[in-house]
Structures are given as structure tokens and as C-alpha cells.
């Protein structure tokens, strides 16, 4: 049997799937080597230590993060068209959608169970969450027709919009995992075949189309 193609970002996956599995505490590095089908003394071919381990793991996650949009650039470029409510709403369900496609599931557990232990997954998630708000702040204020509403309440609209995509993000995930523990044998990748709640997905356009509304009426 030909020896399995590993390297480190290969490795840091399988953190990731393990602890999605059974949670960052409870994986060892013996359930890493067992997940790559490898011996343990072979991680140390890759990672000095456990701990150069998790730094590369918060690395990964930090850069994935910067691929992970509210709203890209030129979706903001589209404001000036007469659909911006349709757009949004478009891209806060997407935004949701685009947590049920792995490794972004298992990175988003992690940094939302690892953030309350470590600054520096703190740091992390701090930074995507001020992102989103920055998108959020600047489609508003692109799309704001009411003159009495100031950009620092601008601000704090697209905070309050930003922490309620997030409970709705939490809800829908721990909903999925749940079906996915209550059935281990399906396995964890069964997670991502289920189909999308479309009441969910529902909810949050509604939640979307009632803050825009805010800003284009």
C-alpha cells in the first residue's frame, strides 16, 4: 500500500475534522495520526510540537477567514443598481450557505469554541466579525437614502445586523451538527450532503430585508 501524501496543511485539516468530531480538548494526537492512517512520530516530520501545531492551525484559519465575505467588492460595486434589496439579502444567505461547505464548518467551530481559551483565535475572530461589519457599514451607507440617519448610526446598524447574522450562523450550524451526532454513522462528512434549511435560510433574508429597508425607504 503506497504511503499516504501528507504535509502540513494536510495535517491541520485533520485537526480540524477530529475536533469538529469530538471537540479541540478531547483530540489527541493519536486521533490525528489514526485520521491521516499514519504513524504518530510522523506528525513531528511536519511540526516541531503541538504547540507549533496550533500555530499553524490559527494561521490557516486566519487566512481562510480573509476569503470569507459579507459582501465582496464588486457586489458593492453593484449598490447603484435598483435590486439592492434583493442583494443583500442575496448576501446574507449566501453568507450562511457558504458555512456548510467543509473546512469552513469545522474553522468556524473552531474559532467559536477555541475563542473564549486563546487570544489568539480571539484575535481571529474578532478581525471577521469587524470585517463583516465594515461590508455590512459600507453597503449601507452606499444605499442610505434617509438624511437623518448619521453614519455613526450607520455604524451601529451594521453591528446589530452583523451580531444577528451571527446568532442566525450559530443556530443553523449547531442544528446540522446535531443531526450529524445523533446519526456517528453517516459520519462527519454527511454533514455537508444534507440539503440547506430553507426556513432557516428564509428567516435570515427576512432579518435582511428588514434592516435594508431601514436605509431604501
Do not use: W
Not at 478531547?26 to 496550533?54: C, G, P, Q, R, V
Not at 484559519?61 to 480573509?66: I, M
Not at 446589530?160 to 447574522?165: A, Q
Not at 445523533?182 to 440547506?196: I, K, R, W
Amino acid at each position: 500500500m503506497p504511503r499516504p501524501f501528507i504535509n502540513q496543511e494536510k495535517i491541520i485539516e485533520a485537526v480540524l475534522f477530529c475536533a469538529f468530531d469530538k471537540g479541540m480538548g478531547d483530540t489527541s494526537l493519536n486521533d490525528i495520526s489514526n485520521y491521516l492512517n499514519i504513524k504518530k512520530a510522523s506528525l513531528y516530520n511536519h511540526f516541531a510540537s503541538k504547540e507549533d501545531m496550533l500555530k499553524a492551525i490559527y494561521t490557516y484559519c486566519s487566512d481562510f477567514n480573509t476569503k470569507v465575505n459579507l459582501i465582496s467588492d464588486e457586489e458593492l460595486s453593484k449598490t447603484a443598481g435598483t435590486q439592492v434589496e434583493k442583494l443583500f439579502k442575496t448576501c446574507a444567505s449566501n453568507f450562511i450557505k457558504k458555512h456548510e461547505v467543509d473546512p469552513l464548518f469545522q474553522i468556524y467551530t473552531f474559532i467559536n469554541s477555541e475563542k473564549y481559551f486563546t487570544k489568539e483565535v480571539l484575535d481571529i475572530y474578532n478581525a471577521q466579525l469587524d470585517k463583516i461589519e465594515n461590508q455590512a457599514y459600507l453597503f449601507f451607507k452606499l444605499v442610505n437614502k434617509d438624511s437623518s440617519i448619521d453614519n455613526a448610526s450607520i455604524k451601529k446598524e451594521a453591528r446589530y445586523f452583523c451580531m444577528g447574522l451571527m446568532n442566525f450562523l450559530d443556530r443553523y450550524l449547531a442544528v446540522r451538527k446535531e443531526t450529524i451526532r445523533q446519526n456517528p454513522e453517516s459520519g462527519v462528512g454527511a454533514l455537508f450532503a444534507l440539503p440547506s434549511d430553507d426556513k432557516m435560510i428564509q428567516e435570515v433574508a427576512k432579518f435582511a430585508d428588514s434592516t435594508i429597508q431601514k436605509f431604501t425607504h
